[in-house]
């Protein structure tokens, strides 16, 4: 299902009476930060955002989200179209009871899996939030990957990624303490690698993408799994570095 609906612009990978799943594109924002937003930046759905209850009131009623992804991280994103659904699965969210992946495309060359457990730290100045590792700390903030690819020659690798916790700018922070920031990384990246990418490879984005989430259904209790396909970009690069996606 890829018709756009009155409820979003963007490409609808599920609906029911209960549920809206989105692929987010990158640059579009999950809702607006304040009510000055600029008009010109879209959000992932459509109508006034209500900030404390977090719904979108818009044409055609009134959408729930549940959770948020970042403006440049592109994929599957999850909204309620009834307050008792959004409640149920918000719920499962923070019962961590939610399966979350991602695709990363990262400079050099991990190791074939491994946990990165690190403790994070928030700041927020000047109207940007800014997520730094401190060490000595118990950590607050835990992921889980496999690697799927290596490119030599372009230095780039992508890696399947299990969100264990939901921190801001988690995995791009993590991967960058360990030397392996993601491409396209406009604040924690490598900027020189990312000058070489947008020339050799035309990439002009953060190369993050949330591939899928599981839960239960929150009407029929069923283990459910929502998948957002790569955006067009994101699988051209894949193809050019003969990364195979399964």
Known sequence: MSEVAAHTFCPIVHQD??????????GVLSHPNSAKIDPKIR????????????CFDGPTGKVWLIHRLDQDTSGVLLAALDERTAEKCRALFEANAVQKHYLAFIRGCPPPQDTWLDHLSI????GHV??????????????????????????????????ITGRTHQIRVQS?????????????????LNRRLRQ?????????????????????????TLKAPLPA??????????????
């Open 17 to 26: 009476r209960f549920i809206i799943v989105v692929n987010k594109p990158a």
């Open 43 to 54: 959000c992932a759905f459509e109508g006034r955002y209500d900030l404390d209850q977090k």
């Open 123 to 126: 700041a927020k100045a000047a």
């Open 130 to 163: 800014r997520t730094s590792v401190l060490k000595g700390r118990p950590p607050n903030a835990e992921m889980r990957y496999q690697l799927l690819g290596h490119h030599a020659g372009h230095r780039l690798s992508l890696i399947d990624i299990a969100l």
């Open 176 to 192: 960058a303490s360990r030397q392996h920031p993601l491409a396209g990384d406009d604040v924690y990246g490598d900027f020189d």
């Open 200 to 224: 050799q490879l035309g990439l002009k984005r953060l190369a993050l993408h949330a591939r899928q989430l599981t839960l239960k259904h929150p009407a029929s209790g069923y283990q459910t």
């Open 233 to 246: 970009d994101l699988a051209a690069l894949a193809q050019t570095l003969e990364f195979k996606i399964v």
